[in-house]
């Protein structure tokens, strides 16, 4: 009961001290910000809020757990159908050239709800887990769904892309992983935020200009299972970190990053467009010390996010 005791009692503090930590958190991304992410000449990376990113290169781009739609909180109270909006792709989605494919890491709602209407709108096969390819199947677009095998490179234009098998971290007082299971809805009209089960959770690396990145979606691992190394840039999903034991210790001298960069930190729930506020108690001040306790080689950097850079 220790474990559950001692998040019980973080999330509590965190209510207490939400607008000093929001103000910690920004303080920190500000600082975060000032170290740019160095990267080949041609070479677009743009973070979209959550784990989404997109990468361009050579005219061609990858969409990664694009989540441009937001869902309202109350959405999941009401169990109303969540699916992706229009208005929000439109202002929020753009690629150069063509778009190689969308890759998804797990298909919680916060990561796999735009991957249908994406591939749709551009023509391209999404990858991921059985789990997505049920979710397509509901857009109708079985065909354009692709099951990955784990450690197999898919060739997607200049993107060398391979999946590594990994779990989720366990959101619920560190005792189990929020809607765990496969998705397996039967129609669109009920397919909640509670209807997106987690499937199978993948790590997702890139290989594109020469060097590599690493996607965590959600901050755990299975050890043995990642076989990369010396990862030129560490997408690091950091919101569940605190629920996973010794999650740093794990992972940094397995993947040896030069850098790390933190994702999934903002308010999921909150609109694109709007101010950006923090997940509760993600303590974004602290993870130089974190990362610093466990490798004296990674730097940290971070992005902004689309909608902030474009209209700041």
Known sequence: MAGPLRHLGDLAKAQLTRRSAQREDGQALGELE?????????????????????????GQTLFIDPYLSRVPFGDILRRRPTLPDPAALDR?????????????????????VDAPAI??????????????????????????????????????????V???????????????????GDLTCEHLDALSPSAYRCGQVWGISIRVAGIRFYHQGSANLIDE??????????????????????????????????VVVP?????????????????????????????ASVSSNARIAALPRADIATHA
């Open 92 to 112: 929020f989605v753009h690629a150069p050239g063509e778009v190689a494919g969308v890759l998804v890491g797990h298909t919680h709602f916060d990561h796999a």
């Open 263 to 291: 994702t999934h930190y903002d308010n999921f729930f909150r609109p694109l467009g709007q101010r950006m506020e923090f997940v509760s108690n993600v303590q974004l001040s602290t993870l130089p010390g974190e990362i």
């Open 34 to 58: 000032k170290k740019p992410l160095e990267l080949p000449a041609g070479l677009e990376v743009e973070w979209l809020g959550v784990s989404g990113y997109r990468m361009s290169f050579e």
């Open 162 to 180: 391979s999946f590594t098998p990994s779990v989720h971290s366990k959101l619920l007082l560190g005792l189990a992983v929020p809607y765990d």
């Open 225 to 258: 299972a990642i076989h990369e190394r010396g990862v030129d840039v560490f997408l690091a999903g950091v919101a569940g970190r605190s629920f996973t034991e010794d999650y740093w210790k794990r992972i940094l001298p397995r993947l040896d990053p030069a």
């Open 119 to 160: 591939a749709r709108r551009f023509g391209c096969n999404a990858y991921g887990s059985d789990s997505l390819v049920t979710l397509m199947g509901l857009h109708g677009l079985a065909e354009q769904a692709v099951s990955v095998e784990p450690y197999r490179t898919y060739e997607l234009g200049p993107f060398e």
